[in-house]
């Protein structure tokens, strides 16, 4: 896992990747091959990944997608809580 390469199911949930090697020749049947550009959907830690390619939503089992390895491209930033509780009310 040098050079930032990393299996498909730690790259971060609604993150952008690059397959560098691929874990299963059926991805290929899939249509996701080397240097394909998908986007991690959900991403479960050392579990299943639902990932998504420009048409087609697909869900890799845990073996393949812990094999499959990818650099990741960018991640969605998490927003800050806009509003907060605060006796009844809303507040920014």
């Not at 996701?32 to 990944?49: A, D, L, R, T, Y």
Request: positive net charge.
């Amino acid at each position: 896992m040098s050079n930032g390469h990393v299996p498909i199911n730690e790259a971060p949930s609604n993150s952008v990747v690059k397959v560098v090697k691929l874990g299963s020749e059926r991805l290929n049947n899939l249509g996701i091959m080397e240097n394909s550009i998908i986007k991690v959907v959900v991403s479960i830690p050392h579990g299943p990944v639902l990932v998504q390619r420009d048409d087609a939503f697909i869900v890799l089992d845990t073996e393949a997608a812990s094999n499959t390895l990818v650099s990741v491209l960018s991640t969605q930033q998490q927003g800050k809580h806009r509003y907060r509780w605060r006796r009844g009310r809303f507040h920014n």
